[in-house]
């Protein structure tokens, strides 16, 4: 009885330091890493980083990021937005050491809402080709789209989905 419980101590505490630990961007690490932008125009503001869109296919990228796609399987960017169309479309691709970006590799997402307050995007890609990926060393985000607007980003952040 004495082994068992013990066993189990040592399991739970095992599945605790092993857990991966979220990876997450915000402005209290000023969003390190993203820079390179395209059609767009960043800045950090009391709240988060703003892009602001100065044409179509905008994008800013980390182009120094090392995730594990099965330990990050979970996208969440809160955000809130103006000036954005109604209908609107974005994606994150994103790139290993021998694959550069391209229309295969990407999590796509459509309607962001255009209310000025905050939301969180929730997205979960358990497919096999993000799973078995390798790790991931780039990404680029393309907010919106579509060529005109404001999106303020919160945080980003890749982790474990939790269990509903």
């Known amino acids: 009885m004495k082994k068992t419980m013990v066993w189990l101590a040592l399991t739970a505490l095992s599945a605790a330091v092993f857990a991966a630990e979220p990876i ?66 974005g994606k994150l691709y994103y790139a290993t050491a021998s694959k550069g970006f391209n229309e295969v590799n990407v999590w796509n997402f459509r309607n962001l809402k255009n209310d000025g307050n905050w939301h969180t995007l929730k997205l979960i890609n358990d497919s096999k080709r993000w799973l078995n990926a390798g790790t991931i060393t780039k990404l680029r985000l393309d907010i919106i789209e579509q060529s005109s607007g404001t999106v303020e980003i919160r945080s980003i952040t890749f982790s474990t989905p939790e269990e509903e």
């Open 24 to 89: 997450v961007w915000n402005k209290e690490n000023s969003f390190k890493g993203w820079g390179s932008q395209f059609r767009c125009k960043k800045t950090i503001s009391k709240d988060g980083m703003v892009i602001t869109v100065t044409g179509a296919d905008c994008n800013i990228s980390n182009n120094n990021v090392k995730i594990n796609p099965k330990e990050n399987s979970q996208l969440l960017i809160e955000y809130r937005s103006k000036d954005i169309p109604a209908k609107n479309n």
